[in-house]
T-cell receptor
Framework: AQRVTQPEKLLSVFKGAPVELKCNYS??????LFWYVQYSRQRLQLLLR?????SIKGFTADLNKGETSFHLKKPFAQEEDSAMYYC????????????WGAGTKLIIKP | GAGVSQSPRYKVAKRGQDVALRCDPI?????LFWYQQALGQGPEFLTY????????KSGLPSDRFFAERPEGSVSTLKIQRTQQEDSAVYLC????????????FGSGTRLTVV
């Protein structure tokens, strides 16, 4: 079954500390993985896609097929990073539907 | 328009009442999606349109839920005889084609059934 797991509901780190938001997935084929972010009082927005291999706002995520993970990382957290982060998966056999994790609330303490 | 617009932002309905939620996607976006997000959960897929065609409605939880997009632009999600378990945020998203490259989301409609 297709599934996305974000084991941490809440993650709290100090400003300047490294951040890692965990995402594990279950999918039998070759998935496409995404991170979406929702800042307070704002709508969900795409942060990054694994196929782009990009760094957005200092965040990166590497797809590890062996561990079936797509963890989101940032070396030095900033207060404006505080938000809800969702990991999502799309399979090649489903060119539209995303399967979502339950989300992790990231709080950056000053 | 500049973004995906949803209305109303908030809706309180009495149990048994019918509701209609509107989504105005970005102009020219072929694909339109509805998701349901319960408190503390990630979004759950409801249905998908490509232009006016509803290609997938497998996520609609019951036959009380109905969605349409008659002219391939604005979409309406209708819930008949609302129940308390329908309370959630209903998200609409659109994209140029499919969803593989990411969606643009609306702000959502928060439905509370009392």
């Amino acid at each position: 079954a297709q599934r996305v797991t974000q084991p941490e509901k809440l993650l709290s780190v100090f400003k300047g500390a490294p951040v890692e938001l965990k995402c594990n997935y279950s999918y039998s084929g070759s998935p496409e993985l995404f991170w979406y972010v929702q800042y307070s009082r704002q709508r969900l927005q795409l942060l990054l896609r694994h196929i782009s291999r990009e760094s957005i706002k200092g965040f990166t995520a590497d797809l590890n097929k062996g561990e079936t993970s797509f963890h989101l990382k940032k070396p030095f957290a900033q207060e404006e990073d505080s938000a809800m982060y969702y990991c999502a998966l799309s399979g090649r056999d489903s060119n539209y539907q995303l399967i979502w994790g339950a989300g992790t609330k990231l709080i950056i303490k000053p | 328009g500049a973004g995906v617009s949803q209305s109303p932002r908030y809706k309180v309905a009495k149990r048994g009442q019918d509701v209609a939620l509107r989504c105005d996607p970005i102009s020219g976006h072929v694909s339109l999606f509805w998701y349901q997000q319960a408190l503390g959960q990630g979004p759950e897929f409801l249905t998908y349109f490509q232009n006016e065609a509803q290609l997938d409605k497998s996520g609609l939880p019951s036959d009380r839920f109905f969605a349409e997009r008659p002219e391939g632009s604005v979409s309406t999600l209708k819930i008949q005889r609302t129940q308390q378990e329908d309370s959630a945020v209903y998200l609409c998203a659109s994209s140029l084609a499919g969803g593989k490259n990411g969606y643009t989301f609306g702000s959502g409609t928060r439905l509370t059934v009392v």
